[in-house]
């Protein structure tokens, strides 16, 4: 948020509120004071928990914090999780700082990225357990595919894990628009697993969707990498 914005704001409702930073961010300062496009200054990022701290009634600063266990060492950061307590009407201020993390997405691969958490399963346990009436009272995660894909990130070759006796497959891979770049059929699963070349793919975020006999598969996210 802008300086200038955090004066102005005033949402009509409490507003559940996740932050996943690092404190290494060259495009977004932790500690704010960049200049954005509108000529206005970048507000730190503890400044403007606290603002939506306050605004959503949370007990008074500071958070508490606690360090996520470093699973992975060689990433060169580590996270603490800061969760600003007893919010009004079911909702929640909580910040993921990821110590000296840079501007990248943790989970993802790539120099300077925080491999101890994967961003998509923190925004999906924070917002779950939120709709616009309040705390809806659960943290499950999606139900686990039935299918698996690997290497992924993958660079040419893909494998496609199925049940055996699946039968017919339509095999989709779709970017992040919702456009087939790769389609294949087969209906030969005898060993349950069908190999795809994905060389023709570009480097980028892809979605895998399976289309069997039995149903339609949950899809699934694909990372193409190449060095």
Same mark, same amino acid.
Not at 108 to 125: K, Q, S, V
Not at 128 to 142: C, F, R
């Given at each position: 948020?802008?300086?200038?914005?955090?004066? +102005?704001?005033?949402?009509?409702?409490?507003?559940?509120?996740?932050?996943? !930073?690092?404190?290494?961010?060259?495009?977004?300062?932790? =500690?704010?004071?960049?200049?954005?496009?509108?000529?206005?200054?970048?507000?730190? @990022?503890?400044?403007?928990?606290?603002?939506?701290?306050?605004? =959503?009634?949370?007990?008074?600063?500071?958070?508490?914090?606690?360090?996520?266990?470093?699973?992975?060492? *060689?990433?060169?950061?580590?996270?603490?999780?800061?969760?600003?307590?007893?919010?009004?009407?079911? +909702?929640?201020?909580?910040?993921?700082?990821?110590?000296?993390?840079? !501007? *990248?997405?943790?989970?993802?691969?790539?120099? =300077?990225t925080n491999r101890d958490i994967i961003a998509?399963?923190?925004?999906?346990?924070?917002?779950?357990?939120?709709?616009? #009436?309040? *705390?809806?009272?659960?943290?499950? $995660?999606?139900?686990?595919?039935?299918?698996?894909?690997?290497? #992924?990130?993958?660079?040419?070759?893909? !494998?496609? @894990?199925?049940?055996?006796?699946?039968?017919?497959?339509?095999?989709?891979?779709?970017?992040?628009?919702?456009?087939?770049?790769?389609? %294949?059929?087969?209906? &030969?699963?005898? +060993?349950?697993?069908?190999?795809? &070349?994905?060389?023709?793919? *570009?480097?980028?975020?892809?979605?895998?969707?399976? %289309?069997?006999?039995?149903?339609?598969?949950?899809?699934? $996210?694909?990372?193409? +990498?190449?060095?």
């Amino acid at each position: 948020m802008i300086t200038s914005r955090i004066t +102005s704001c005033s949402p009509s409702r409490v507003v559940p509120i996740l932050e996943i !930073h690092g404190t290494l961010d060259g495009n977004v300062p932790f =500690n704010g004071g960049a200049i954005d496009i509108t000529g206005d200054t970048l507000a730190s @990022v503890p400044a403007v928990l606290t603002f939506w701290a306050n605004f =959503n009634q949370c007990d008074a600063p500071p958070p508490t914090i606690t360090n996520l266990p470093n699973t992975n060492t *060689t990433d060169g950061s580590s996270v603490q999780r800061h969760i600003y307590p007893n919010c009004g009407d079911g +909702s929640a201020v909580e910040l993921l700082k990821v110590v000296l993390g840079g !501007h *990248t997405w943790p989970g993802l691969p790539g120099g =300077n990225t925080n491999r101890d958490i994967i961003a998509d399963e923190e925004i999906w346990h924070f917002f779950s357990k939120h709709n616009l #009436n309040g *705390t809806v009272g659960t943290t499950d $995660k999606p139900k686990e595919s039935t299918w698996s894909v690997f290497p #992924n990130p993958a660079n040419d070759l893909l !494998h496609v @894990v199925l049940p055996e006796g699946t039968g017919k497959t339509v095999i989709r891979i779709m970017d992040i628009l919702g456009n087939t770049v790769l389609q %294949q059929s087969t209906s &030969d699963l005898a +060993s349950g697993q069908i190999n795809l &070349d994905a060389s023709g793919l *570009t480097n980028g975020i892809y979605f895998l969707e399976i %289309q069997d006999g039995i149903q339609k598969r949950p899809a699934q $996210k694909l990372l193409i +990498s190449r060095q």
